[in-house]
């Protein structure tokens, strides 16, 4: 039940992304319904955690969450959120959450929190160039090809870390299944894709991603560190 619950508070803090945007940029209506709702479910997950597992910490690790808010929001209205630098941070505070709380249940397991920890900062840095494209690709059908060859190279680089991993035995080889509806993804054309069919999309490959991770670990086959 943890873990689930774990799980489900990192998806939360994924959708709250989208509401988030539409009330930094002035467009709030419904996105203050839907931000309202994320929140709700992200404290009470933590306030049952507390509760039930005494996991204490989760409190100071949502005070620094809701910092991370409320700078992502600051940016967002003084229109630096696009930069590179601010989506990897971004990236490495969201993909911090779950190995954090990993962490906070398993004390033993600190070496493994930080192999998952690059592993899912790798899966959002590996899906920004994809966002990117689907806005460029909108703007400017001709820019297609040039996108395309991004992507291509993006996902190239992405198994070639993974198969560096791989062969040094910091990861299982099939890690890989976790990144492959990704990797498949970014090589299909993302013209033609309205903004709610990307971000459907997106939704159920990270679902995907995160369910390898929850079940290898609990099956134990996904061990993080082999050697």
Same mark, same amino acid.
């Given at each position: 039940?943890?873990?689930?619950?774990?799980?489900?508070?990192?998806?939360?803090?994924?959708?709250?992304?989208?509401?988030?945007?539409?009330?930094?940029?002035?467009?709030?209506?419904?996105?203050?319904?839907?931000?309202?709702?994320?929140?709700?479910?992200?404290?009470?997950?933590?306030?049952?955690?507390?509760?039930?597992?005494?996991?204490?910490?989760?409190?100071?690790?949502?005070?620094?969450?809701?910092?991370?808010?409320?700078?992502?929001?600051?940016?967002?209205?003084?229109?630096?959120h696009?930069?590179?630098?601010?989506?990897?941070?971004?990236?490495?505070?969201?993909?911090?959450?779950?190995?954090?709380?990993?962490?906070?249940?398993?004390?033993?397991?600190?070496?493994?929190?930080?192999?998952?920890?690059?592993?899912?900062?790798?899966? %959002?840095?590996s899906?920004?160039?994809?966002?990117?494209?689907?806005?460029?690709?909108?703007?400017d059908?001709?820019?297609?090809?040039?996108?395309?060859?991004?992507?291509?190279?993006?996902?190239?680089?992405?198994?070639v870390?993974?198969?560096?991993?791989?062969?040094?035995?910091?990861?299982?080889?099939?890690?890989l299944?976790?990144y492959?509806?990704?990797?498949?993804?970014?090589?299909?054309?993302?013209?033609?894709?309205?903004?709610?069919?990307?971000?459907?999309?997106?939704?159920?490959?990270?679902?995907? %991603?995160?369910?390898?991770?929850?079940?290898?670990?609990?099956?134990?086959? %996904?061990?993080?560190?082999?050697?």
């Amino acid at each position: 039940m943890g873990s689930f619950l774990l799980a489900l508070l990192f998806l939360l803090t994924f959708a709250v992304q989208a509401p988030l945007r539409e009330v930094a940029t002035g467009r709030g209506g419904r996105a203050w319904v839907w931000l309202i709702a994320y929140l709700a479910g992200c404290v009470a997950i933590v306030v049952y955690l507390v509760a039930r597992y005494g996991a204490i910490l989760l409190l100071p690790a949502g005070f620094f969450a809701a910092v991370f808010t409320g700078v992502d929001l600051v940016a967002r209205r003084r229109k630096l959120h696009r930069s590179i630098g601010h989506r990897i941070a971004g990236a490495a505070g969201i993909s911090l959450l779950l190995p954090a709380m990993l962490c906070l249940f398993h004390p033993d397991m600190l070496a493994y929190s930080f192999v998952l920890w690059g592993l899912v900062l790798l899966y %959002f840095v590996s899906r920004m160039p994809l966002v990117r494209a689907h806005g460029a690709v909108r703007k400017d059908p001709a820019a297609a090809p040039g996108w395309r060859m991004k992507l291509f190279w993006t996902q190239v680089a992405l198994l070639v870390l993974l198969g560096v991993a791989i062969a040094t035995r910091l990861i299982a080889p099939w890690v890989l299944v976790a990144y492959l509806p990704g990797v498949v993804a970014s090589l299909l054309p993302v013209r033609g894709l309205t903004n709610p069919q990307l971000g459907t999309r997106e939704a159920i490959i990270l679902v995907w %991603f995160l369910a390898w991770l929850v079940v290898g670990f609990h099956l134990g086959a %996904f061990d993080g560190l082999l050697g």
